[in-house]
């Protein structure tokens, strides 16, 4: 190396397409946040221009995006691509959704999500047990007390327990593990409501209380073991 060059050294890289340039930089503006939440994109015909590339290669972009769910296209009038919401929430919808579509094809067992859901929500209640405020307690023991106050054949049954369930998700100040549960219950609880009998769903009013009440000692070990024995006790119940 002859005196006054650099000691710097290169590597060849492969230049990206088109198209995974213009899904590249709207991935990063949403992800560095210059595109917002609700924010509508340009039309293709603009990004085209913008990027210097044909339509095609923008709606290939676009498509992409809308797979990873990061925007998503409205059509008719006023409609067009837009930042999608990007929260624990809208993780849960989308997780859930994906498990009811393997479930569809077949291409899982319900024993799987239901096994999967042993855990996760057992482990719920154990940090709802530590994580909790004075509020959730307080919301928990109202979505029980609703629920015992009805006929275990109730229509409202099922809204009651899904209630539960979020309000024990957020109760765990972990908002990945309340997005797990939220997906789970999701696909699981309306299913058991439907083939569960009346003595059933009347045994299912009482094990929640007994979670509630190890929550509210703060006793994570009992927390867990309770609502694994409820969920336990669901499946036996259900035909």
Known sequence: MESGESAVSFEARTVQRPRQQVEAQIRAAIMDGVLKTGQKLPTEVMLAQDFGVSRSTVREALRSLVGDGLIEKVPGAGGGSFVRMLDHHAFADELGQDIENLLRIGAIEPDESAELRLVVEGVCARLAASGRTDEDL????????AREALAADDPQVPELDERFHEILGRATGNRLAAALLRALNHVTEPVGHLSQDARGRSGAAGRQS???RAIQAGDGDAAEDEMRKHLSYLRRTTG
């Open 138 to 145: 307080r919301e928990l023991n109202e979505a029980v007390a």
């Open 210 to 212: 007994a979670i509630v």
